[in-house]
Every structure is written in C-alpha cells, then in structure tokens.
C-alpha cells in the first residue's frame, strides 16, 4: 500500500551472467519495478488474459468468491473482480462482430431491395397509367379518341337531355400529306385540334378519331343549335390557309351533324348518322354541314346497291361505253371520239355517269372502272384506223403509283397504237396536285399517249399549271362556248386561250358546240377541234363504225 494506492512490486537481484567477470566489491544491486493498481492498468490486464469487466475494488466491496490482494505483510488490501466467462462467450465475442456486419449487410440489402421494389411499383402504376391514358386519348392531340368518344356518348344517351353529335372531317387533308410530309400533316391535325378546342369552350367533348377525322359532342338544351353554330365557326375556322412551319395549307371541312335524347338511339347509331350526314356534305360540294335525316339512310342505301350492281357489272364485262365525235376544224371530218361510261340497259336501274361514276370513287371502285372504260375503247378504237380516242381520268385514278404502267399495259395489250390515246383530267385535279402529277405525264408523254385539259375555264383556270405540266391539248369548256355569240367577254377569253395554247404549242378543242354560227367565231378564235350535239350526240361504237364507212359529212 502506497500513499497512491495500492501498487504491485517487483524486486531482482542484480547478478553477472558471465562467468569470467569478477563481481564488483561493492554492495549488492537490486531491480525494482512497480505499477499502480489503477482501473486502467487492470482492465488492461483483464483484456489481454480476456477476463471480463476485471477490476480491483476495496476490501469493503469485496463480493464472496472475489480473490483478495493482501501486501507482504499479510494485509488485505483489497479484492479483484471479474465477470465469469459462460460457455460459447469467447466464441461470440469473435463472432458477433461478423454477425452484426452481417446483419447491417443484410439490413442494406433489404433497404436496397424494398428502394427498388419501390421504384419498380411507381413505374409499373405510371406506365399502367399512361397506358389508361393512352387507351383513351390520340397520340398525336392528346384529345379523347374513339374509345374515350363511345363511351361518354353511351353515359350521355342514357340521359333525357338532347345530344348533338358534329362529325367533322378535314376536306385535303390527305392532299396535304401526298403534298408535303406527314409531319406537316401531323402539325396540321395538331393546329386544326387546338383551333376547335378554342372555338367549342361549350362542348360536352371533342375528341380525334383519325385521319382528319373529329366529333365534337354538345349535350343538354339547345344542343342541336350550338352543334349548328359550332359548324359554321369551323367552316368558317377553316376558310383560310394554315401557316404550317412556312407552308401554306389549305383544307376545309365537311360536318354532318346528328341529333338524338334519351334512348332513341346507341352511340354506334348516333355515330353512323353524323358519318351519313358528312358525306352528304361532302357529296354537296364539301366545306359545309349537313344535319341528318331519314332521307340521307334512303340514299345511302341506294348509293350501296349501285356499289354492288356495278361490281357485277365490271365483272362481266357488261360497261357500255358511247363515243361523241370529236371534228378536225380543217378538214371538218371525224378526228377523233371521246369514251362516256354509261350503264348497261340491260341493267334494272336506270343511272347516268354522274351518279355511278362518284359512286365508283367513293366505293373504291374508280381503278377497276376506269380501266374497263379504257379497255373497251382501245378494243372498239382498233377498227378505227387514224382515229384518236379520249378517255375521262378520275383523280382518284392519278393518285395510283402505277397509274402509267397499267395504263400502257392496257393499250398495248389491245394492240393499239399509244399515240391513238389521249386521257382527260379536269381542272380540279392539278390544285395541289401539280408536282404529284408532273412526273406522272411525263412519263405518258413520252410513251406517246397525250394529255388533255378538260373543262378549261370552269373554275381554277390557271396560267401555272399550263406551263408546268405541258398539256397536249386544252379543252374549252362548254359554259364559255355556250356564251360565246352573246358575250365579248366568253370571246376574248376564248381567244386567249388560243394564245396560251399555241404558246406552249398546244391544241384547243371546243366543247358543247351546238350551232354553224358558234362554229364560226371558234374558227377565227383558233380552235382546231369542235366536239357538241351539233356534229353529233353520244352514240354506240357501231354508229361510229358507220359514219366512218360512210361518205364524210359536208363541211358546216
């Protein structure tokens, strides 16, 4: 015991371990060592001999079973404790470190898993969102689309209140796409979407069904008149080009329009009725709407028998086809004939071209027409020697990539000459079409079959297109040589087009001739051909046989 405490005492002799040195004379020299029992010299001792919590306490806290530190002299100084070791303690103590790495790789671990598991579960409720959301909207405008449409127009059905259906569909649409691109096409549809969301803040819903294709719905009182009004806002909308990345576009839009209340009628039905109404708009001359009525299903479903018994019709072969002479303005002899399309007499309807023929267009059936037409005209032309024959074009015909091949697969299959073919396309077809339809007539002129204008100064006249396109001939149409003896105006312009004509060396025929004195001011205007009743009506192929035989007809 010390006046610091109690200390542990070490004494040595100090004593030569070499035999050969001579211990000094001196007297003997001891090695003290000493260290204080303090707790951090004990723990120090219980960690490195791995004894549990060791420590030395005073005599007065000493435990039985504790082992006592007495001095020299026999004196208790005090006790030395420890924590008895169990079975398995020193084998935990080494591994429950590794244990708890273990466990907080694990807690990581399943931290990491239950993160990603997280994540994966908002993705997979995002995408079966957006697939929801997809299902139910157009891609490209994000409006409601079909799906969407039928629904809420199925819940608004099964209301008292009246529903007004607006079927609206892009008239050139598709004229712009074949023009530009489809991505101009798509910015146009996304333009026309936001411009109807702006003028319908009233509508129940507006949603794309594809294409140029839109419905808007109005329900409640006063439905069928905000339909209506909503019509001519669009119409109106639509009057002027849209500006689309620099390019000008221009459509319009025919709108039918169909109304019922309560359960008068399904969505499908209500669908199909604004279908009907829209293309009697568009059968009407496009750009205008049309409400539904019984009368519209009447002619819808005449519209479909005259489909199917023309179908019979061209698989048979049963097409009559009539010839209107077509008289050199110098020789006045026969020069050349034009093939109408009629409809069979054998037939029990009874039709004429300007219905069958828009009913061909819309049934999809104008291919197969018009290439019967002009089979039929090459084969009867054959006993025709010198003489040209003119066939009508539908533009629905132009828009086919192999238009030119098959049409010259045709003639050359009946044996005919090419240049004994000219085909007529009428003015309508060039607007927008011109850069369509220039390689297309190049490739038939240079073939030999000639292109005529048809129906020159109807409507869209145009000095571009003349020069562009480089026509064989321009066909005046029969409303300015009907005027021609009783206007200055129909004469002048009837001499101008002379001038056009011979300026990009074309020919000029005069249609609807119908007396000697119209005959005579068109010579001096400069035609070369006259076609009207007064040298002779649409007639068989076995009368055109027969004038031909015959003796030719006296100049007029």
């Given at each position: 015991e010390t006046a610091a405490g109690p200390a542990i005492v070490a004494v040595g002799n100090i004593v030569l371990t070499t035999e050969d040195l001579v211990p000094p004379a001196s007297p003997p020299r001891f090695l003290v060592f000493w260290k204080f029992m303090t707790p951090d010299y004990v723990s120090a001792i219980g960690s490195k001999f791995v004894v549990k919590n060791l420590a030395f306490v005073p005599q007065d806290k000493a435990a039985?079973?504790?082992?006592?530190?007495?001095?020299?002299?026999?004196?208790?100084?005090?006790?030395?404790?420890?924590?008895?070791?169990?079975p398995g303690d020193l084998a935990l103590t080494n591994v429950l470190p590794k244990a708890y790495l273990m466990l907080m790789l694990l807690i990581g671990v399943m931290a990491a898993i239950a993160v990603l598991s997280w994540r994966q579960y908002r993705l997979i409720s995002e995408r079966e969102a957006r697939a929801q959301r997809d299902a139910r909207e157009d891609a490209l405008t994000r409006l409601p689309n079909r799906n969407a449409l039928m629904e809420s127009l199925t819940a608004l059905l099964l209301q008292p209140e009246p529903v007004a259906v607006t079927f609206v569909d892009l008239d050139g649409f598709k004229d712009v796409n074949d023009t530009y691109d489809h991505e101009t096409g798509d910015r146009l549809i996304m333009a026309v979407a936001a411009g109807l969301t702006v003028l319908t803040p009233e509508a129940h819903l507006i949603s794309r069904i594809g294409g140029g294709e839109v419905v808007i719905v109005h329900a409640g009182q006063g439905a069928e008149e905000s339909a209506k009004a909503t019509a001519a806002r669009i119409i109106s909308f639509l009057g002027d080009p849209v500006e689309i990345g620099g390019r000008m576009a221009q459509v319009g839009a025919s709108i039918g329009i169909a109304v019922a209340a309560g359960n008068a009628a399904t969505a499908s039905e209500v669908m199909r009725r604004a279908d009907v109404a829209m293309y009697a708009a568009k059968s009407a001359g496009k750009n205008r709407f049309c409400l539904f009525d019984a009368a519209m299903d009447n002619s819808r479903d005449e519209t479909a028998e005259i489909a199917s018994e023309l179908q019979r019709i061209l698989a048979e072969g049963r097409l009559e086809i009539a010839y209107q002479p077509i008289i050199d303005a110098t020789t006045m002899q026969v020069a050349a004939v034009e093939a109408l399309a009629r409809w069979p007499q054998s037939s029990q309807l009874k039709i004429g071209p300007d219905r069958f023929i828009p009913v061909a267009e819309t049934a999809g059936l104008i291919d197969r027409l018009g290439e019967a037409?002009?089979?039929?005209?090459?084969?009867?032309?054959?006993?025709?020697?010198?003489?040209?024959?003119?066939?009508?074009?539908?533009?629905?015909?132009?828009?086919?990539?192999?238009?030119?091949?098959?049409?010259?697969?045709?003639?050359?299959?009946?044996?005919?000459a090419r240049n004994r073919i000219e085909i007529e396309v009428t003015e309508g077809t060039m607007i927008d079409n011109i850069r369509r339809l220039q390689p297309l007539f190049e490739t038939l002129r240079k073939a030999g079959v000639s292109v005529a204008l048809d129906d020159f100064g109807s409507g869209y006249s145009s000095i571009a297109y003349l020069r562009e396109l480089h026509f064989d001939r321009i066909k005046i149409d029969r409303s300015l040589t009907k005027s021609i003896l009783s206007s200055e105006v129909a004469r002048n312009m009837i001499q101008a087009t002379g001038l056009i004509a011979a300026g990009i060396k074309a020919q000029v025929t005069a249609e609807g001739v119908e007396s000697g004195d119209e005959v005579a001011l068109l010579r001096l205007a400069g035609c070369s051909e006259y076609q009207g009743y007064f040298f002779g009506r649409p007639q068989p192929a076995s009368a055109i046989t027969e004038s031909l035989a015959a003796k030719p007809a006296a100049a007029a």
């Open positions: 039985p079973g504790d082992v006592l530190v007495t001095s020299a002299a026999g004196e208790t100084l005090g006790a030395m404790q420890w924590q008895d070791r169990r037409i002009l089979e039929k005209a090459c084969r009867d032309a054959a006993q025709w020697p010198g003489i040209r024959v003119s066939v009508n074009v539908s533009p629905l015909q132009l828009r086919h990539p192999h238009f030119a091949q098959r049409t010259l697969a045709i003639i050359d299959r009946c044996g005919i």
